[in-house]
């Protein structure tokens, strides 16, 4: 799944938890777990192999494509985030949690060792899994993020 989906997922995870309970620890720790669950749906993902394979001459596409995404999440989540909480750094917080995953498996490419390669067969190896291997059509794949974005959007409110 791309970052901004993630991001936003946990910044209106985050954002609700917090809210009811005043827990920022609860509302991180769902943040976090919500990256894993979102995983387990079908989507689409960007490719970032020049990064993996350490092509470094041909990655600066793949690099810009992860900048661009990070930032426009924060940006969508500055447009539609209710400005007036008290709490606004949880959102942020949370959002950042949110893509802690997928930040495991970016530095395992760089700097592998065997912690990083743990997280990544269980991230990309048996959660990824179960969508990546069935042959899901596109339509499919991009609905599934269109209505994260959506419930998180009305999530933020």
């Not at 943040?31 to 993996?52: M, Q, R, T």
């Not at 760089?110 to 990083?116: D, T």
Request: positive net charge; hydrophobic residues 50%; contains cysteine.
């Amino acid at each position: 799944m791309i970052l901004l989906v993630h991001m936003l997922f946990g910044a209106a995870i985050g954002y609700k938890i917090y809210s009811v309970t005043n827990n920022v620890w609860l509302a991180l720790f769902l943040a976090f777990w919500g990256h894993y669950f979102l995983d387990l749906f079908p989507h689409v993902e960007y490719s970032v192999n020049n990064i993996k394979n350490k092509l470094w001459k041909k990655s600066l596409s793949d690099f810009s494509k992860i900048f661009l995404d990070f930032f426009f999440g924060f940006f969508v989540i500055f447009l539609f985030s209710n400005r007036q909480l008290g709490g606004q750094f949880i959102i942020y917080l949370c959002a950042l949690t949110a893509v802690i995953p997928d930040g495991l498996t970016f530095i395992n490419y760089i700097f592998p060792n065997r912690v990083l390669n743990f997280h990544d067969k269980i991230h990309g190896g048996k959660i990824h899994y179960l969508t990546k291997n069935k042959k899901f059509p596109l339509s499919w794949r991009i609905s599934t993020q269109t209505a994260t974005i959506i419930i998180s959007i009305i999530l933020l409110k």
